[in-house]
Nanobody
């Protein structure tokens, strides 16, 4: 399976962005999907995950209430709606397939190429 994320950009604090991640080459509906981010000089961190059918979601405390993960299995796509963006949300955001319900990046493979989100104050 290959994953391609898009939708990043430069926005101001308080703005919104929607990231998309399209999967190809596999059976998307059978995958747990997750979003992670990595800021310059920091380790990759969990942002959100969604179950195969989309009924169950999980969020990092830092984004809960502001970000929403969703998926459209007919389009092989997982989304990350990001509202009320803060400068500390600035990072490269990547999507990945989860091997099990987890917040650890070790349980996710493969990874899509990241899309950069920059939030100015």
């Amino acid at each position: 399976v290959q994953l391609q994320a898009s939708g990043g950009g430069l926005v101001q604090a308080g703005d919104s962005l929607r990231l998309s991640c399209v999967a190809s080459g596999g059976t998307f509906s059978t995958y747990i999907m997750g979003w992670f981010r990595q800021a310059p000089g920091k380790e990759r961190e969990f942002v959100a995950a969604i179950s195969r059918g989309g009924a169950t979601t999980d969020y990092a405390i830092s984004v809960k209430g502001r970000f929403t993960i969703s998926r459209d299995n007919a389009k092989n796509t997982v989304y990350l709606q990001m509202n009320s963006l803060k400068p500390e949300d600035t990072a490269a955001y990547s999507c990945a397939r989860g091997l099990s319900p987890s917040r650890s990046p070790l349980h996710y493979t493969p990874w899509g190429q990241g899309t950069l989100v920059t939030v100015s104050s």
